[in-house]
């Protein structure tokens, strides 16, 4: 059994920050890439940052600029800081994370339950 963990959201004025974490527990060998998309009702989910175990991120071109995504591999958590935030960032955030449980593991994709952001202008 693999979890993920999300906090951080909340209600925050137009151009102010918030901070996202997520944390992994449970049966795992290694986490590689981690990330969060966003899903606005009655739209496809997006990506907006994600981050590899090496630290490559990449970004949506939206929040660039205004987003960081860094990870903690000790304790296989990552964090989403967003600042300068946006009515149009206004979502439910889901933090996801392609875990292997063992060597050679082709792994699988696991997702938090979500977290919603207000921004209100």
């Known amino acids: 059994q693999v979890q993920l963990v999300e906090s951080g959201g909340g209600l925050v004025q137009a151009g102010g920050s918030l901070r996202l974490s997520c944390a992994v527990s449970?049966?795992?060998?290694?986490?590689?890439?981690m990330g969060w998309y966003r899903q606005v009702p009655g739209k496809q989910r997006e990506l907006v940052a994600s981050?590899?175990?090496?630290?490559?991120?990449n970004y949506v071109d939206s929040v660039k600029g205004r987003f960081t995504i860094t990870r903690d591999n000790g304790k296989n958590t990552k964090f989403l800081q967003m600042n300068s935030l946006k009515p149009e960032d206004t979502c439910v955030y889901y933090c996801?994370?392609?875990?292997?449980?063992?060597?050679?593991?082709?792994?699988?994709?696991?997702w938090g339950k979500g977290t919603l952001v207000a921004v209100s202008s």
């Open positions: 449970g049966d795992i060998f290694v986490v590689n890439a």
């Open positions: 996801y994370a392609h875990v292997l449980m063992y060597w050679g593991d082709s792994g699988m994709d696991y």
């Open positions: 981050i590899t175990s090496d630290g490559t991120t």
